[in-house]
């Protein structure tokens, strides 16, 4: 067992991968120096704002925009009268219908909050008063606000969501022991700190784009469809993303509407999204609810699980929150049913938000377990041990590597498990109820290609160059680690450059794919250029390690030497110099030999070659199991979460101060989502009432008790070139279940509709 | 925000004069008038600057009251050591409130005025009808989401929670707001909506608060704020109370009794028929509990604010009881 | 341009003059006008605490804050805690040892905050330490690590 105790660093062996070197880009983030989009100082900015629509469905009739014209410094207003000239760009695995006109200012409202118009101005402050100055006209049409509303219906069935296997039906109806419930979750949204928002800027048809990213050739693609340009054209800049959650992956309707108005006005325009606009800009996480039925014999063992779901979506797109994700993989069962509906409403599209899918669906899986428990008489960890899954049960693939059991056995061990009373309201002090839970969490390994370049200086620095991006997961610290640990140099002798779609190609930074694919490819081309300098080393007329009759060389403490140690010893400088080279520059990737260049494009600025968990001879995931207690008063109703202890499996961990960080941060959001976090909508007009982050809760640092974080994990070179899996998804899965599950046992109350507020507990 | 011109007042008269001239508007912590004016519900043609005055920031504790000048801050308010031993439900309600930022810049007449959180209110181009904004416009906040909204006070133009903490804690001590030309109890000073929401105070044309005076009880010596919420931390109250208490010299029975509410009433709310219950008998749990039901009466529901009525007296039976052992008078 | 005034701010020790409508916030003077990028945008209305600077040594939200309303005070942002020399505050250190951030962005507004809830007194606890702090969120849930972060450097300053 690995406790990830706190200590000093300034060991040597934080520079390496798996040590605990503090945060690369820690300086510039502390000082302010660190540069986010908006900050950009470009000379002659326009600033635009968004003008959102106020109903939820039907046309915009006009738009009269006279009054704001003659507003002081306004220079342009944008309406869906403006044909932009846009063409459609590709969904994100690359498909893009033909010719198909882009109206990112459409006619049609769908979702109340839309954006319609756009105003620019010589400053914001003008633009923002501009705007309230348009006399809109809508011809309102019939809505549906919500997946509660009585008109939104059973939706529709989505065929590659039913996973079903053995005779689920049956199994259960046979079952001497039943349970079925329903749970709920509300929309929720990623509330990045940064909001959105770009500054955009054209020299002749080159385009520049300062725009939080967490995939910037993916994004950069977008738009050189957009704008019918060559993709070389567009430069998209993020170096640093003010977070992410999903929310950053693409480039969206007003990203179009900022560069369409630079180019019309000839002049950058800084485009900021207000914090009441992030929450109808772009979808959070979709509404869901779900029914569960397990069935199990007497002593426990499942024997049947039915699983039926549903996720609201958009009138406009089909965003499925897949319920039953975490369900089918996270126990042992023959029996086997799981079904997804969308249901179609008048809201922005939903889309990715820390653990898509596997979230709510072990919401779902992880209570129910706890109802079997609760009506079985046992022990909740005692019944997910007796259904360890062997095996992948839906791929029927063994897994790579799945330490969940020692999660649960390490995880209850640090938390004090064993001293659990069984009864609900058995442990309370004064008006304060005490409840212990658990919630198992899982996410699966998602592998893409990626491409590196590693820049060997003559003053012996060496450079690490990828587009890859960092939004505070760690990608700057964990690649300076692994060009330190090739070339046997601090890591203050490394430089990191990223988040630019003019260097090399990179996966997104989302579905905890990026550490395992970036890491992969520096890893390729540090070894590679490694290799370059000792073949160099040992064949240059010049280099004095050419006579040591060695056929190989060591890097470490900073020098190259013979590996017996014998001999010359060099610094990298030394080496540069002596060979006459001021730079070396290898380039290399993960995709396969040969691939052609178009593959190469494909792989950076699209989805096509990324591998799921079970495409290979083995099932891969991370896994989790969360220990809360909880707090809950009495009279009031209010949940505290008092203590946390979670275990995790995810393979070699690069960093264990940075992915302790990350865990936490999953976990905060988790104890959000079950206690405080929900989208208020009004059923009236479908209008978001609480798009402010006064009225859509998280955690304050006062909410948040001592986290402790163990890694149970073991390296999993199935999973990864160098043995890791995702970390930042699956931190806030199965959290809220925990939380839910301590809940009921303070309380002997159990509330299935997220979040757990105190009016459901009074 | 609206373009407006800024006026920095060298003195009380020539701020009352500025704020006279159509739209003028005072800008103490800016805390409210930024906040509403980025929302779009207030809109200043001037902004007359009075956080430079000198003279109302002082704090003046002695054994018959506390006298607060306008302009003193939450934070420093809250942090007062006589405040904190002669009053310590205003203490508290000023800590419980907001974040330190924000205690550190709002004053304490800005913080009597603050306006409500109806997110209806709050969205003036979404929602152009509100009786408060545009009166006889029509409430949108009825029929709608109201998880936040009053339950006590309200009226059938409007049904939003006046958000603040210390004017519950001042209303429950019998404060009064000092305009200069007059003083006003903060009971009075505040206005129910009845048919005009947008009426929320008495505060005249040209008036100013300069400052708010708390007389000193054995009541308010020996009270509290409890404030309960869904964060543990900044955010507006569920349901809070104030409550004081002051026993006789048997040890037992209740010689003074104050109770107020916030969170869940159109203004701060003086819980009057939960005192009276009170005084003159010991402290029981269950005297206290069934005389605290007394602050509902004549609560009404709008749909997602239903649990307040529940909540709110079981938040001031909670806080009696406190303050009844603090004097060791529970029975 | 509307309507402009003239102000001279004194920010981090140094007078700055700048031409600004008077509806202008000290949080777009500092970002807009004059390049000083380190405090953040996360709300502009009072909610995050991203933008949270010192005015006369209080932390303030500069988003509710008008720059005409600061002439005459001292301004600090997070570009003026630092040694002359470039020696990290004990707080910007601590911060990078706890680890007690992610993506950065509200990092400025959580340190200036730290700063000051130090100097007031009120680092004493955890528990006082995380109440204190709650006016600044961090979505990253670097919370444990921040109040870890206060408590070193508090000791330090001490």
Redesign the interface.
Known sequence: MTIMETRKHGDASDGMIGGRQTRFEGQLKVTGAATYALEYPVEGLAHAVLVQSTIPAGQVVSIDTSKALEAPGVLLVLTPEDDLGLTTASDWHGNRPENQPYHPLPREVRFNGESIATVIAETREQAVEAAKLLDIVYAEAPSVASLDDPNAGEGKAVDMLNVAWGDAEAALAAAPVMIEAEYSTPREYHVAMEPHGLTVKWDGDQLTVWEPSQWSHGMARSYAEWFAIPYENVRLISPFIGGGFGSKGAALAYSAVAAFAARKLGRPVKLAVTRPQNFTSYGGRAATRQTIRLGATEDGVLQAIVHRGASETSTYADWPEQTGAATSILYKVENFSSQHRIVPVNTVTPGALRGPGKNPSAYGIECAMDELAWKLGMDPLDLRLKNYADRDYQSGKPWSTRRLREALMEGAEAFGWSKRSHQPRSMREGRTLIGWGIGCGTFPVIQAPSEAMIRILGNGRVEVVSGAIDMGQGTYTILAQTAADVFGVPVSQVDVKLGDSRLPGSAIAGGSMLAGSILGAVHKAATAARDELIGLALSDANSPLRDTGANTLTFGDGRISVSRGEGPSLTLPELMAALGRDELEIRRNTLPDGATAQEHHQAWTTMAKVRGPTMGDYSMHSWCAHFAEVRVDEDFGTVRVSRMVSAFDCGRLYNPRLVESQWRGGIIMGIGQALLEEGLVDQRNGRMMNSNVGDYLVPTNSDIPDIQVISVGVPDFNASALGGKGVGEVGIVGVAPAIANAVFHATGKRVRDLPITLEKLI | ??????F?ASSVDEARNAVLQAGGAL?A???TL??L??C?VAEPAT?V?I??LSGLGEINVDASSAVIGALARM?DVADHTQIRAAFPAVAESLSLA?????R??ATIGGNLLQRT?C??FR?P??FPACNKRNPGSGCPAI???T??HAVLGTSDACIATYPGDLAVALVAFDAFVDLGSRKVSVDDFFLLPGDTPDRETVLGRGEMIVGIGIPASAAARNSTYLK?????????A?ASAAVGVELEADGKTVRDIRVALGGVATKPWRARAVEQALIGKALDVETVERASGLAMEGAVSHGGN??KI??AP??V??AILKMAQNVGGLA | MTRTIHLSLDINGRRHELDVEPRVTLLDALREELALTGTKKGCDQGQCGACTCHVDGKRVLSCLTLAAQVEGRQITTIEGIAAENGDLHPVQAAFIENDAFQCGYCTPGQIMSAVACIREGHAGSDEEIREYMSGNLCRCGAYNSIVAAVREAAEAVR
């Open positions: 925000m609206r373009d407006f011109s800024y920095r800008l912590g800016g805390t930024l906040d004016a980025k779009g902004v600057d956080t430079h934070g907001a974040s330190a930022q924000l550190n810049m959180r997110p209806y969205d181009a979404t029929g709608g989401v998880r936040n309960v919420r869904d964060r543990q931390s900044y955010e507006f569920a239903r649990y529940e909540l079981r938040v039976a909670r």
